[in-house]
């Protein structure tokens, strides 16, 4: 098993607390320094030089950017992963042309960040397989990390339950796409199942997201996601139209 050095430059202390200890515990990685500041995380590289360096976008002192351009100018060796609040397609590239290996959205999981920064730096390894297992994982990550764009382009906050069943909605009629034709005995209870929960509490949960995002007018927002004119002012979808309609899109892009 490879080993790598890591800094950790990210904004919100607890995060990157989060961070550090899922890191420590998962053996691969050795932290040699954290800062929520640039300028303080372009020090700890000149001094540690690591093998990697996860980047957040907005940084005290000089932001992610910044450092960036800083290891790319000095020829410092390591790998880019970039984290942001941002999943605009112009920053992504500009992460990506300055040498980002990885651009994660928040919110996403430190445990998922931890997996996905092991995968891409293992594959640099001649002896590395992707596993049908590995793969899998990588992709319900990137399908995770997609139906969480939507979601906060449209306004849905992580916070509520709402959310996590939303999302394990879309997930099983991607995987299932006739269970949309019965939510009500079917989808709602193998979502509750999921999450120790009621069909009924499943629904309402469900209802109360959609609402949240309608209610704060993005209603532009969400046409733009799904390329037509859905819905007008106050009108809303019912939670198997919404379910519907992003597992289609998803199913359209080629995620499955």
């Known amino acids: 098993m490879n080993s790598y050095k890591i800094v950790i430059l990210v904004s919100n ?4 607390s ?16 954290v800062s929520n500041s640039g300028s303080v995380g372009i020090a700890l590289i000149n001094q540690h030089r690591p093998d990697c360096v996860l980047l957040d976008t907005v940084l005290s ?12 100018d000095n020829n410092i060796p390591c790998s880019i992963f970039m984290i942001s609040n941002f999943s605009d397609d112009k920053l992504v590239s500009k992460a990506v042309a300055r040498g980002a290996r990885y651009y994660f959205v928040k919110p996403v999981p430190a445990e998922t960040v931890v997996e996905r920064m092991v995968e ?19 992709r319900v990550s990137s399908l995770d990390e997609k139906i969480s764009n939507i979601f906060i382009s449209i ?10 069943y939303l999302r394990e909605g879309i997930k099983m009629t991607i995987e299932n796409p006739s269970i949309i034709n019965n939510v009500t005995k079917e989808l709602y209870p193998s979502i509750g199942r999921k999450f120790s929960t009621s069909a009924s509490k499943v629904e309402r949960a469900i209802r109360h997201a ?3 995002a309608w209610n704060r007018g993005r209603v532009e927002a ?21 379910i519907a309609l992003v597992a289609d899109k998803l199913i359209l892009e080629g995620l499955m």
């Open 222 to 242: 969400i046409n733009a996601i799904f390329g037509v004119r859905v819905y007008i002012g106050s009108e809303r979808p019912t939670n198997s139209e919404f």
């Open 13 to 16: 202390d607890e995060f990157l």
């Open 120 to 138: 891409v730096l293992e594959e640099q390894s001649p002896e590395y397989l992707v596993s049908e297992q590995i793969r899998d994982k990588r």
């Open 18 to 33: 989060e961070l550090k200890n899922c890191f420590e515990k998962q053996g691969n990685f050795t932290v040699v320094g």
């Open 210 to 212: 959609i609402e949240v």
């Open 155 to 164: 306004g849905i906050p992580p916070h509520i339950k709402g959310y996590q």
């Open 61 to 72: 002192g000089e932001d992610g950017f910044g450092v960036m351009n800083y290891i790319r």
